[in-house]
């Protein structure tokens, strides 16, 4: 049985606050939030963008 968190993140690409690390079975699989403006900078946009990134090789793998 797979069990998941949702915890506060310190990532910087992403503003404090509405970001956060998602954990299945205590292993950090991921984060996902809002992204901090001078990333969005970098790529001329010009409104709010949220993002995620999810390891899915070990949950797959049932690794975790």
């Known amino acids: 049985m797979l069990s998941y ?3 506060e993140s310190k990532d910087p690409a992403f503003l404090e606050g509405r970001r956060a690390d998602v954990y299945v079975n205590g292993k950090k699989l991921g984060v996902f939030g809002e ?6 900078s970098k790529f001329s946009l ?4 949220v993002g995620f990134e999810l ?3 070990d949950l797959i793998s049932k690794n975790i």
């Open 5 to 7: 968190e949702v915890k």
């Open 46 to 49: 010009g409104y709010a963008v």
């Open 35 to 40: 992204f901090h403006p001078e990333v969005i």
């Open 55 to 57: 390891d899915l090789n």
